[in-house]
């Protein structure tokens, strides 16, 4: 055989080499696109939200505006506690022209600040009387440094977490028996466990690592807070609207930024419509009115696992978060 015919025939089988590995990967691909799309929930009820009013942080954008341009849709009063007040003044501009809800305010609140949290709760009690679905959505993704708040805290842990912590606490008095709790969680809660002695990464910090405990927290932080007031006929579910194509899932590499714009957004990552399901199903659906302490995902309540199940975690992190505000804040924490 020369030289020609033998370089000829490995390229050949080259070439088939190259055609198995990239058939593999599109049929994994559709496989995957085919199975998300079929697994993805959708909320089934189209029930009226009139005379029901609903906060919701980190409404103006994303899984969040979504959901509230449904609440819009179905008659809800809503309050959006927003730290960037002119994207959210324009998104509910576009909202009320569709849905012709004019019944949506906008305020501010720097959901990692304390002081910013008990600024709007001043605010809102001027007019609010009741809250029928607080949604606790806000959040952030991971960063490459650790950064602090002026007040001293980690701040994906007061943004994802303690802010929110406290807002429910200052919140209380308005919200009444039936009224309904959702934190917004992520699946990546369900790889890591907390290390109470560092739960604000003083110790070597890893930005994903720091973003996924602050997503366990919302899990505990729902556990011990649907025991707290169960006995008050108050609600208090977690939502894992799964991987969402949103600026949430920004990257700080370029190459990341490159993956999961080309690949993981298109075939796998729901829209912001499909990510808010699950949310609107919480606030809405009736068969709900008396399930608590569950975490969701595509509609549906969903397992814990072995960490997230942690009988004593909730309760520790409960404590740990308390002794912070006590330290910070000049505001008293009741439930
Ligand atoms: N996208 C996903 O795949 C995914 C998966 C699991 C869970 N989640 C969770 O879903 C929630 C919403 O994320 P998204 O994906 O819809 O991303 P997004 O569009 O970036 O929404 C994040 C929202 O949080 C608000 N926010 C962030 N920091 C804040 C602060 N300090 N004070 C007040 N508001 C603040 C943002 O407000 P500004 O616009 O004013 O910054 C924005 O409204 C987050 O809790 C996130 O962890 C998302």
Not at 43 to 59: A, E, R
Not at 186 to 213: I, P
Not at 293 to 298: E, N, S
Request: hydrophobic share 40%.
């Amino acid at each position: 055989m020369s030289d020609d015919t033998r370089f000829g025939n490995m390229l050949f089988e080259i070439s088939i080499v190259i055609f198995f590995i990239s058939a593999c990967f599109g049929a994994i691909a559709v496989g995957l696109y085919v199975y998300c799309k079929f697994t993805m929930g959708k909320c089934g009820n189209s029930i009226g939200l009139s005379n029901k009013t609903i906060l919701i942080t980190g409404g103006n954008s994303g899984v969040g505006l979504e959901a509230v341009r449904e609440f819009a849709r179905r008659g809800a009063r809503l309050i959006l506690a927003c730290r960037d007040v002119k994207k959210a003044r324009e998104a509910i501009r576009d909202i009320q022209q569709q849905t012709g809800n004019i019944d949506i305010e906008v305020h501010e609140v720097d959901i990692s600040s304390l002081a910013s949290v008990e600024e709007l709760v001043r605010q809102l009690t001027l007019s609010l009387k009741k809250i029928d679905v607080l949604c606790l959505h806000a959040g952030t993704g991971p960063v490459d440094s650790r950064q602090e708040t002026s007040e001293g805290h980690e701040k994906t842990f007061a943004t994802n977490h303690l802010g929110h912590f406290h807002l429910v606490q200052l919140l209380r008095p308005a919200l009444n028996p039936g009224s309904r709790i959702i934190i917004t969680t992520s699946m990546a809660h369900e790889y890591v466990r907390l290390d109470f002695e560092n739960l604000q990464q003083h110790k070597a910090y890893n930005g994903v690592l720091c973003y996924a405990r602050s997503k366990l927290m919302n899990v505990y932080f729902m556990r011990e807070l649907a025991q707290r007031l169960l006995k008050d006929g108050i609600t208090v579910n977690a939502q894992n609207p799964g991987l969402v194509h949103t600026s949430g899932l920004k990257n700080s590499s370029a190459l990341g930024n490159w993956l999961s714009e080309t690949l993981v957004a298109p075939v796998y990552a729901k829209t912001s419509w499909q990510g808010a399901q699950t949310l609107i199903h919480l606030a809405t659906s009736d068969e709900l009115d008396e399930v608590t302490g569950c975490l969701f995902r595509d509609c549906k309540p969903t397992r814990l696992n072995e960490i997230a199940n942690d009988k004593r975690a909730p309760k520790k992190l409960w404590q740990y978060s308390e002794q912070l505000i006590r330290n910070t804040s000049r505001s008293e924490t009741t439930p």
